[in-house]
């Protein structure tokens, strides 16, 4: 491991410390709670030598559970050691997580350093491909009954706040866009799958339709699944897809997978000089390059 390819816990922990420390008290939140009792269920996860990489860091083994697998790619664990709850994920190999540039997550994660929306890392491993994080509760959509589903709508704030500082957030390298559309028309091309061809061919002309605003730092996977609940505080989680982009989908994002008003969406600092039947149709189109984003992955997966 070299100090260049890891983030260490001394470079992201006290920020949050310092902010956690008015509101964090003996007793853990519902939904931290929550979160541990439905970790403890689940299956525990062994043979992989980077878990002993991962014990020699915190100077203890943990036993670790099988939270779920991104897309069936990354394994994302829960354990519990001295220091608290934590996560780790595995990183899968470059086939298996297309699209996922690490180094530019690594780069991402130093830029958002301090933001009260960002993981909490403790040790991001870039050659050796884990990143170990706190615990920061259940996801947005594992909130199913009446009351968490009430509390999560007063996050709506918080999230367009979260957005709007990353439309400010513009020191970070360029997500390269034509090379990943360039994938997806060799692997398709080269199994004849002239369908999807088709669709990615559509999809290129509806990037380039968006305004080309100034490019700034964009999630590009901003559903549910990837935010939780921390304390009050909202955390968006997994930011392997992201770098400097086109806003305009994460904005629809909001609205796809938020259920955002869309006046709310025109407040953001990237809307201000748009009209709102032009922020309207935006989104719209904005959302269709998402829908086929997502579906050219999930065929190129299956391929």
Same mark, same amino acid.
């Given at each position: ?12 922990? $006290? ?10 008290? /003996? ?70 997580? +297309? ?43 594992? +909130? ?43 692997? +398709? ?22 305004? $080309? ?55 953001? +600092? ?17 959302? /269709? ?15």
């Amino acid at each position: 491991m070299t100090d260049k390819d890891s983030l260490p816990i001394s470079m992201h922990r $006290q920020p949050r410390e310092i902010e956690k420390e008015a509101t964090r008290g /003996k007793q853990e939140t519902r939904g931290k709670n929550e979160a541990q009792e439905k970790a403890e269920s689940f299956p525990v996860f062994q043979g992989d030598s980077r878990l002993d990489q991962v014990a020699d860091y915190l100077g203890e083994s943990v036993q670790w559970r099988l939270l779920h697998s991104q897309g069936d790619a990354n394994p994302v664990l829960w354990g519990s050691c001295r220091n608290g709850s934590l996560v780790l994920r595995l990183n899968a190999d470059a086939e298996s997580a +297309f699209g996922a540039n690490r180094k530019m997550e690594q780069i991402v994660l130093q830029a958002i350093m301090g933001y009260a929306w960002s993981p909490n890392i403790l040790r991001y491993e870039l050659e050796e491909g884990w990143c170990l994080m706190e615990h920061h509760g259940l996801s947005l959509d594992q +909130f199913c009954d009446h009351e968490s589903t009430e509390n999560v709508m007063q996050y709506r704030q918080q999230l367009l706040a979260a957005v709007n500082d990353m439309q400010q957030i513009q020191d970070i390298p360029e997500f390269d866009y034509a090379s990943l559309f360039r994938y997806y028309r060799q692997r +398709f091309q080269n199994q004849q799958d002239h369908r999807h061809v088709m669709q990615l061919e559509e999809l290129i002309d509806d990037s380039y339709s968006l305004p $080309q605003e100034p490019l700034c730092l964009v999630h590009h996977d901003l559903h549910q699944g990837n935010f939780c609940l921390d304390q009050g505080q909202l955390v968006i989680l997994d930011w392997e897809y992201a770098g400097r982009g086109n806003p305009w989908l994460d904005m629809a994002a909001l609205v796809q997978f938020h259920q955002m008003p869309i006046e709310d969406v025109g407040s953001l +600092f990237v809307c201000r000089k748009y009209s709102m039947a032009s922020i309207k149709h935006n989104l719209a189109l904005a959302t /269709k390059v998402n829908v086929s984003l997502e579906a050219l992955w999930i065929a190129a997966r299956k391929k």
